[in-house]
Nanobody
């Protein structure tokens, strides 16, 4: 069984920063993708950033230049440093794992490709 646990959410004002962390445990080797998704009220879940075991990274256009994902394969962790946060970044952020490490970069942010999910952590950005 694989467990995915997020931490680090909170509330900030526009322009502020937050860092999210994710840790994977259980019966899984290093050949998997790790990603951040988010879901705002009344909106579909969307991919934010994903990191392959090779280090390749995909970002959503809306967060490029503001968010940075970093992965430690040995520690089975993934972080998301978020800067210059905007009210539209308000959402529940989920960490996810996909065993389909062979996915194309264009598929990294497709939620249907992910097998394991955390419970989510709330990020609220006020104007």
């Amino acid at each position: 069984q694989v467990q995915v646990v997020e931490s680090g959410g909170g509330s900030v004002q526009t322009g502020g920063s937050l860092t999210l962390s994710c840790e994977v445990s259980g019966d899984i080797d290093g050949h998997y993708l790790m990603a951040w998704f988010r879901q705002a009220p009344d909106k579909e879940r969307e991919g934010v950033a994903a990191v392959a075991p090779t280090g390749r990274v995909a970002y959503a256009e809306s967060v490029k230049g503001r968010f940075t994902a970093a992965r430690d394969v040995d520690k089975k962790t993934l972080s998301l440093r978020m800067h210059n946060l905007l009210p539209e970044d308000t959402a529940i952020y989920f960490c996810a794992v996909s065993v389909r490490y062979w996915l194309l970069l264009s598929q990294f942010l497709e939620a249907t490709e992910y097998n394991y999910w955390g419970q989510g952590t709330q990020v609220t950005v006020s104007s």
